[in-house]
């Protein structure tokens, strides 16, 4: 065994040795061959070494984009200058309105309807340095030395206040957590975020202010929200002179505050107080759905502009001029210039076409009517009684007056409004329209005679007109307005449906909706279901059903279906009156430029007469519309309907109208009731031709002369006070 070890031992000795022999060997042959290489590279001529390609490319990259940046530079420092120059300007520019003193109101004999009342008034102009935290401790000094008297306030209008203390503020931020103050990189949000961030962590028991406190919030809030050199009035008191004084010698503690003269817009009680309309104050300023189109027409957001009614409609003529200041603060942010580039002055006034005296006569004529109706239980179920007045030919509304009646009420008030605004079925009114309807179409011609008879259609009750039961009778056009024919009115209805009337017959419904559009085209061509044109907002322009059948067709053809407005009958008439042209009626008469001390000052403009349309009539048609509505007053048969408008002092021409209406009693049973309604026109001694429209809505007594009453006694107010 010991032998075999040792010979193992000596074999793999030999093989070791000769192992590494061979590499030896090796080894000396590979670096005889590197030596070789290494010879013929020495030898080799050497080239001139080249740079990258990939190094030209960077080099290429860099040189464009050098160059690009010179083009953009040339084309904002040469070709676009003016924009980046602007953009400057405006970062460095604040361009602040300052609102003047509204126009005012007048009556047509120059009366004062509206007035602007000075007051003193706390104001506070922002600088454009002042921060939260002065602003607040100005508040609280002010407190101590005004009555403040505001405590409406919102929630952040609280937390607001509470964190304008600059040490308050800084505390809440740094009890932030972190993801309200930094984003996931850990970079600073905007400081609005975090500002906003901050009014989420106030708790509530921190803001929770006594009503003394409150007032100071509610100022505060005043002044933070006021845009900077713009100027706020503080909602105060009333100041007396012993706080004008020391607001005044304590000014330098009270940054931005001064004592100034400012205006309360004021509407004089009369019987035009309704129509004139309500103004915005300072802190309500632009109405909401308004203020992009105030804006851009150069308002700023706490202006006081019209909201309804004529101070809406003439916001532009009443508005004053603004004064506008142009103000640039240098980079570090003293005022470098303050400059006046457009001097305010105060707004146009307007004189109305209505005289308050003769306003005040027509109200009172209704009241005397509705009050000798519901004293007689004629009224009980009445809305009231409307009037409007017009100069026929050129749309002056001389007069609009109401009545409103509440159903059993044995009072009433005033109510213009309601002339514009409440529809009522008109009644037979309507009928010189319906004329000209039948004259347009060809259902009939000039004076053509037509039997007033009952009309009988298959299903239906007879249509009669109120005198048919003595008879049927042959009647003229004429004839058939002076004594309310309802029957020629409705065989006009049944020829524009194609049709002659047979008794017993079937209306057809093929050309319903062409007679039915023929009619009330033409009464809109006098007025009736469309806008008037009126200069005051709100105006309906009547009810005008969508679902009817061919007896409602009928039914219109003599007033009975469609409802109108009383200002809609009043142009109804005028366009009859005034040869034939539908005219726009118009409350304002002129713009003055405003005068010293509240005076009217000078006429700067009127308002034109402008005509809507021409009514589709000729002189001989409007000649027989004209001599109907005489015939209905002043005409001595007895069949006429008009009688008790007839004046000795005025001559009238009019037209009576009885609808037939329902009303609810308060146990809910229906109540038959009547529309009496009635238009007129007359010349007065002065020349001016008078236009009227009356409407009394469900009267209980369809013989009531109230309306026809109504209208005399308006005519004779006029012709006597003229």
Known sequence: IRRQRQMCIRDREYRGKKVTLFSKKLSQKWEKRRQKRKEKRANKPRKPVNISRRVYLLFGVVFVLFLLLFARLTYMQVYNKSFYTKKLEDNSKYTVRIASERGQIFDAKGVALTTNQSKDVITFTRSNLVSSDTMKKVAEKLATMVTLTETKVTARQKRDFYLADSATYKRVVNDLPNDKKTDKFGNKLAEATIYNNAVDAVPDEAVDYSEDELKIVYIYSQMNAVSNFS????????????????????????????????????????????????????????????????????????????????????????????????????????????????????GNNLQLTIDLDFQKGVEDILGQQLSSEISANKATYSEGMYAVVMNADTGAVLAMAGQKHEQGAQDFKANALGTITDVFIPGSVVKGATLTAGWRSGAIYGNQVLTDQPINIAGSAPITSWFTDQGSRAITATQALEYSSNTYMVQIAIKLLGQQYVPGMALSTDNMDKAMT?????????????????????????????????????????????????????????????????????????????????????????????????????????????????????????????????????????????????????????????????????????????????????????????????????????????
């Open 518 to 722: 023929t009619l009330r085209d033409t009464y809109a061509d006098f007025g009736m279901g469309v806008s008037t044109g009126l200069d005051l907002p709100g105006e309906s322009e009547g009810y005008i059903s969508k679902n009817y059948n061919v007896a409602n067709v009928l039914t219109e053809a003599f007033g009975q279906y469609d409802s109108y407005t009383t200002i809609q009958l009043a142009q109804y008439v005028a366009s009859i009156a005034n040869g034939g042209k539908r005219v726009a009626p118009h409350i304002v008469g002129g713009i003055y430029d405003a005068g010293a001390n509240g005076s009217l000052g000078t006429l700067a403009s009127t308002v034109d007469t402008r005509v809507l349309n021409t009514l589709p009539l000729d002189s001989e048609q409007l000649g027989l519309i004209q001599q109907g509505f005489n015939d209905v007053v002043n005409s001595g048969s007895s069949l006429a309907t008009g009688k008790a408008m007839a004046s000795s002092i005025i001559p009238i021409s009019g037209k009576t109208g009885t609808a037939e209406t329902y009303a609810t009693d308060a146990s809910g049973n229906s109540v038959t009731t009547v529309n009496l309604n009635a238009v007129a026109y007359a010349t007065a001694k002065d020349g001016t031709k008078l236009a009227v429209g009356i409407m009394y809505p469900h009267a209980l007594d369809s013989k009531s002369k109230a309306q026809q009453n109504a209208v005399k006694a308006i005519m004779e107010l006029y012709q006597n006070t003229h």
């Open 231 to 346: 100027t706020v009035t503080l909602k105060t008191g009333d100041l007396t002179p012993e706080q004008i004084a020391i607001v005044a010698a304590k000014q330098k503690e009270l940054n931005g505050i001064t004592v100034a003269k400012d205006w309360e817009r004021h509407t004089v009680d009369s019987a035009l107080s309704p129509l004139i309309g309500k103004v915005s104050s300072s802190e309500a300023g632009l109405p909401q759905e308004d203020a992009k189109e105030y804006l851009k027409k150069g308002y700023a957001l706490n202006d006081r502009v019209g909201t309804s009614y004529l101070e809406k409609e003439y916001e532009e003529k009443l508005q004053g001029k603004h004064t506008v200041r142009e103000i640039t603060v240098d980079k570090e942010g003293e005022v470098a210039s303050d400059k006046i580039t457009q001097k305010g002055s105060k």
